[in-house]
């Protein structure tokens, strides 16, 4: 089995780089480079569906706690936040409303993305 193309770096002088790479670092004459192209071809096996399976649940377990019961959700944020940084706004602040509908929302979506990549491995 060959190399991750997309874990391959390479340290090539930037004139020789293709335009449609991303420099993450560069100096004068040599950058870090990441092929985006080749990242958009990767397609998921069937090995990886059990794991989006369970991000799938994690976010969608996520979503609902957070629709359920935002008064917990915004508990848990506030003891996290004050063990770093006193005093300062969080996400805690937001009212329930936003916390089930933003928050919610996002884990519901992050879920329906696990499950969309999920089918995509199946059906190969």
């Known amino acids: 089995m060959g190399k991750n193309p997309l874990l391959r770096s390479s340290l090539r002088p930037i004139s020789a780089r293709r335009t449609c790479d991303r420099v993450l670092a560069a100096n004068d004459s040599y950058a870090l480079v990441?092929?985006?192209?080749?990242?958009?071809?990767?397609?998921?096996?069937?090995?990886?569906?059990?794991?989006?399976?369970?991000?799938?649940?994690?976010?969608l377990s996520f979503g609902l706690f957070a629709i359920v019961r935002p008064e917990?959700?915004?508990?848990?944020?506030?003891?996290?936040?004050?063990?770093?940084?006193?005093g300062s706004w969080h996400p805690y602040k937001m009212s329930n409303s936003a916390i089930r509908l933003i928050v919610g929302g996002v884990g519901i979506l992050g879920a329906a993305l696990f499950v969309y990549i999920a089918c995509i491995a199946l059906s190969r």
Do not use: T
């Not at 569906?49 to 649940?57: D, E, G, N, R, S």
């Not at 917990?72 to 006193?86: G, I």
């Open 72 to 86: 917990a959700l915004r508990a848990a944020m506030d003891n996290f936040a004050n063990a770093w940084k006193q």
């Open 34 to 59: 990441i092929r985006f192209p080749v990242m958009q071809r990767v397609v998921p096996s069937r090995s990886d569906a059990p794991a989006l399976i369970v991000m799938a649940v994690m976010f």
